[in-house]
C-alpha cells in the first residue's frame, strides 16, 4: 500500500448521491467519506485536473430513482471549473456512458476513483479503467460502502470496513491504494480543453 503516488489528471467521483451520503440510510462510513471526497475534488479542481461526477439512475422505487431527492448529487458541481456529470444505469461508470471516450479526448493517463459503493461501482469502475490501460489510484478513506447482512448457513454480518477493504484487495496488483485521501495529488491533463462552463457540466 503505498503513500506516495504520482500526480493523476482526472478524479471520478462515483455515486455520491445524497440516498448514500447524507440521512439514516447513508453509508456507516459517509461523513468520513464525505469530507475525503470533497477535499479531493477541491484540490483536483485547484490543479486543472478533470473532475467527473458519476450519478446512477436507479430502478424505479430505488433511493436513487431520478428525479427523487436520494438520487441528487450530495455534492456540488462547479459548471465554472469544468466539471463534468455523467449518469449511468449499471455498476459499470464505462458501461453504456462517454466516460472513455472523455477522458480520451482529455488525455488522461492517470485517474484518482473515490465515493460508493466499494465493492459494486467502485469496484467495476477501476476495474474497467485497469483493463482499458489507466493508471489508477484509490484512496483507501474516501470509498466507503454498506455491512453485508448475516446470512443463515454462509456468514455472520460483514463489516462495511472490511468490504471495502476486500473489494481493494480483488481489484489486485496493478490498482494503486493509498491510505489517505490526502496522498493524492493532481496535475492538469496535456490535451483539456478550455472549460465551457455548462456545456461541460453534464454528458448523457
Known sequence: MAAHVSPVQALIVVDVQSAFASGPDAVP??????????DLMARARTAGALVVQLQNDGPEGAPDEPGTPGWELHLPVHQDLGDVVIRKTEDDGFQDTPLARLLNETGIQALAICGVMSEMCVSATARTALAQGYRVVMPHDAHATYDI????????????????????WALG???????????????????R???EGAQRSSVH
Open 29 to 38: 462510513a459517509a461523513p468520513r467519506m464525505v469530507v475525503c471526497v470533497k
Open 149 to 168: 447482512p448475516a446470512a443463515p448457513g454462509i456468514s455472520d454480518m460483514v463489516p462495511a470496513a472490511m468490504v471495502s477493504r476486500v473489494a481493494e
Open 173 to 191: 496488483d496493478e490498482v494503486e491504494i493509498v491510505p489517505h485521501a490526502a496522498d493524492v495529488t493532481f496535475e492538469p491533463p496535456a490535451d
Open 193 to 195: 480543453p478550455t472549460p
